[in-house]
């Protein structure tokens, strides 16, 4: 026998088992994004590894050290997407989108960033993503921060809070640039060796350090609101106006910051206490800058990511449950003859009854371990077909979850009494996925 082939270190199978909680996962995101007028932008997994040099910025810990880059065949320099802005913000700028001046985007999908795997850190993950383009005021921050809020909600997470805080303008922050570059500079002797580093290259990268040996440092650090700009002062107060107006609650929390250079402003993230160190499940922010910093017209924008897996984790340490897809039908076959009449038979009852779900005995086996293969699917009801039925034109309906005497049918009735027995509608409405 072959050695068996591992899976790549950090990448992980979502099993069949599983994929309750992500379905559920998918169709609240879907529903959540309809009801504000969101339209879904599916974009490529690859793009040119300039692409993230330029947008997420030479310093930070994705594109030092993260990024799965390589040189094709034909020599071009590509990346497996470590975040999806980049990419939809190329894409809005190619197929020329913003020509409207507006735009209201979410796209769902795997990213890849070669990090330490562990518990909720992964090199192949997902993430839900919201974008939203040319809206200058702070009442999109309050949709989109509105809009997460929400999707939590409705996906049954409990114990999620919200984080705020405003990073200002280009020219504010480099304010306060100098300030914290003064402050850590002074404390020198007392950085670690990224933050070091990052002193020269982005200093308001020490304030996301996860050492805990730095965190007394970075808790006296000057505060970045302290030193924005008037303008940007007002958006977030009026950002967190809104909030307070919707009802929704948050902490300003003056020393977050994100990993990402090409946030402006509002940035804000969710975390649980519940996750342990990988504890943030969404965050995002403005990025007024970045589109043309990659060639487009200047226009305002704003977004967040949700980590998908670590949502997954907080639904199943929540213990919700998810109603899992199981066959509504099980199609005993016994005998020579039944195969073709069989195969007619599950056709006819899905032209029927598009939201039916039927499964087929394949491959034989004796009416007991058919029988025992039809419990084992969670059918609600086994069909049965034996040469005597099909001669007959008949098919024998047994319950294997409720009490009814078994009966049978004519062929030709049997889509309107299996329609009745299911509560089935015409057209189908079950809801998919
Ligand atoms: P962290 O501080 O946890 O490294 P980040 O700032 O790098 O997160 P973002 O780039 O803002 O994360 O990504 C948004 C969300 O995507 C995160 O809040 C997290 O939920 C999820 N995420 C990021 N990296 C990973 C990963 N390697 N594995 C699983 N989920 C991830
Ligand atoms: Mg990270």
């Known amino acids: 026998m072959s050695k068996i082939i591992e899976p790549l270190r950090g990448v992980h199978d979502v099993l069949p088992a599983q994929i309750a909680a992500w379905q559920h996962l998918e169709r609240i995101t879907r529903?959540?994004?309809?009801?504000?007028?969101?339209?879904?932008?599916?974009?490529?997994?690859?793009?040119?590894?300039?692409?993230?040099?330029?947008?997420i910025g030479d310093f930070t810990d994705i594109v030092e050290k993260e990024m799965f880059s390589f040189v094709d065949q034909g020599e071009d320099h590509i990346t497996l997407r470590p975040?999806?802005?980049?990419?939809?913000?190329?894409?809005?700028?190619?197929?020329?989108?913003?020509?409207?001046?507006?735009?209201?985007?979410?796209?769902?999908?795997?990213?890849?960033?070669?990090?330490?795997?562990?518990?909720?850190?992964?090199r192949q993950f997902h993430q839900v993503d919201a974008e939203a383009f040319g809206f200058e005021g702070p009442d999109i921050d309050a949709e989109m921060i509105l809009l997460s809020a929400r999707l939590l909600k409705l996906l049954g997470l409990r114990g999620v809070s919200l984080k705020v805080n405003s990073l200002g303008t280009p020219a504010s922050r480099a304010v306060y640039r100098d300030k914290l570059t003064a402050y850590f500079t002074a404390h020198a002797e007392s950085l670690d060796e990224d933050s070091k580093r990052r002193l020269t290259g982005n200093p308001l990268r020490i304030l996301d350090s996860k050492n805990p040996d730095m965190q007394r440092l970075i808790a006296a650090a000057p505060l970045l609101i302290e030193?924005?700009?008037?303008?940007?002062?007002?958006?977030f107060e009026s950002l967190c106006a809104q909030l307070r107006g919707a009802g929704v609650e948050y902490h300003v929390e003056p020393h977050l910051v994100r990993g990402l250079d090409y946030y402006t402003r509002t940035v804000f993230e969710w975390t649980t206490d519940q996750l342990g160190s990988q504890s943030t499940v969404c965050a995002g922010g403005r990025y007024d800058g970045l589109v043309a910093q990659l060639g487009g017209v200047d226009t305002p924008g704003i977004g967040w990511a949700m980590g998908q897996e670590r949502i997954v984790m907080l639904l199943e340490k929540q213990n919700l449950e998810f109603s899992k897809r199981r066959p509504q039908l099980y199609l005993v076959l016994v005998g020579e003859q039944t195969g073709i009449p069989g195969l007619q038979l599950a056709e006819q009852l899905r032209d029927a009854w598009p939201d039916l779900s039927l499964q087929i005995n394949l491959g034989g086996g004796s009416f007991k371990t058919q029988f025992k293969r039809a419990d084992k699917s969670g059918a609600e009801f086994a069909l049965v077909l034996g040469d005597d039925e099909a001669a007959r034109g008949v098919v024998a309906v047994k319950a294997l979850r409720r009490e009814m005497a078994q009966e049978e049918c004519p062929v030709e009735r049997i889509s309107e009494r299996i329609g009745n027995l299911l509560g089935l509608k015409k057209g189908g409405e079950r809801n998919h996925g």
């Open 227 to 235: 030193s924005l700009d008037a303008e940007s002062r007002e958006h």
């Open 31 to 55: 529903q959540v994004f309809a009801s504000y007028g969101y339209e879904e932008f599916r974009v490529p997994v690859i793009e040119q590894t300039q692409l993230f040099k330029r947008s």
């Open 83 to 122: 975040e999806a802005t980049a990419g939809i913000v190329r894409a809005v700028i190619s197929n020329g989108l913003l020509r409207d001046g507006r735009l209201r985007v979410w796209c769902m999908g795997p990213m890849f960033r070669r990090e330490r795997p562990q518990a909720g850190r992964y």
